[in-house]
Each structure stands twice: as structure tokens, then as C-alpha cells.
């Protein structure tokens, strides 16, 4: 659990890029201090614009809606939800996930156990990127993206239980992960 201050935030010491270079699942806990924030909250992320022009992304947008981008050889594709995920002000704890399926090309993003609609723009159609191109030099970030080895974006709230899993979980193993928690 990341202490409740923007200057928080974790260097896993790794790049995860075989990882992120087929199927996995991200999850995490968070508590937003605000469910729709002035700048854009970055709970977990790297970018190296240096090597093969590669970003994860997993954050709070400025409309309050949870959304996933994946960029490639800066081929950026996004995953967004189709309405406000949260609210304005002080949020409770919340279980998120980002899928990213290769065999199917499309991420999908869950929010306390539940898949959320994508917008019709940033569906996270993975059909036009290679993700076995993805390439990384930058360490991945909790709590902040690491964007080219310098922190940004930072998520000035709680986070905890964060997992990376190198497969796709269905609904049903993400529904029993917030269940045996929420």
C-alpha cells in the first residue's frame, strides 16, 4: 500500500517486456482522491520514447473514466470506458483490470469485478499493432508512469495488491478475485 502523497510511488526494477509482448492481465486496488481529476492519474505505466517509441499506460482520465493505452513503434491503441467510471471527489476503493488478449487483438477493462463498456473511438481494438514488437528500456512504475526514466503523471493516492499475470483471466477468475476482496 503506497502511502496517501504524490511523491509516492514504486520502481519494480523491471521492464516486464516479454510480458507485455503477448496476452496478460494488470489489476490493481485504488482509492482516487479524485474520481475525476485536473491532470491525468497514472496508477501504473512506463514509456520509452527512445527505443521502439513503446508506452503502457493504465490511468484516471480528466473525465473521470478509466482507461488502458498500449503503443507500439508509436502505433497507440486505447481502451477507454464508454461513460465516467467515477465521480467528482473522494472515492472508495475500487478493484481495476486491463486484459489485454492477444489471440482476440482487444483489451477489455474491468472495474470492481464488472467489464466496462469501451467508447466507440478508443475500443481497444488490437487488430492493427504488433505486440510482439513491443519494446522497452524504462523500469514500470507504480503509482506513477515512468516516461523515459523521469516520474509523471502521478497517481497521489492509495494503491495496493497490484499483480501482472502473463495469461488472459476470464470474467469469472476477475469477478472471484474482487469477490474474495470486495
Do not use: C
Not at 483490470?97 to 492477444?102: D, L
Amino acid at each position: 500500500n503506497l502511502p496517501d502523497d504524490s511523491s509516492s510511488y514504486v520502481n519494480t526494477g523491471r521492464t516486464f517486456q516479454s510480458t507485455f509482448r503477448d496476452s496478460y492481465t494488470i489489476s490493481a486496488w485504488i482509492k482516487p482522491d479524485d474520481g475525476d481529476p485536473a491532470s491525468v492519474e497514472t496508477f501504473i505505466g512506463q514509456q520509452d520514447t527512445t527505443e521502439d517509441n513503446s508506452q503502457i499506460y493504465f490511468q484516471i482520465t480528466t473525465d473521470a473514466k478509466l482507461e488502458f493505452q498500449y503503443q507500439v513503434e508509436a502505433t497507440t491503441i486505447k481502451a477507454t470506458d464508454a461513460s465516467a467510471t467515477y465521480n467528482d471527489g473522494a472515492e472508495s476503493w475500487h478493484y481495476v483490470v486491463a486484459v489485454v488478449n492477444n489471440t482476440a487483438n482487444q483489451i477489455y477493462l474491468y472495474n470492481d469485478g464488472e467489464p466496462l463498456t469501451l467508447d466507440g473511438t478508443n475500443d481497444g481494438d488490437l487488430g492493427s499493432l504488433d505486440l510482439s514488437a513491443y519494446g522497452m528500456a524504462q523500469n514500470l512504475f507504480i503509482g506513477a508512469l515512468n516516461n523515459d526514466g523521469s516520474v509523471s503523471q502521478a497517481f497521489p493516492t492509495k494503491i495496493d495488491e497490484v499483480a501482472i499475470y502473463n495469461k488472459v483471466l476470464s470474467a469469472g477468475d476477475i469477478s472471484a478475485l474482487y469477490s474474495a476482496k470486495g
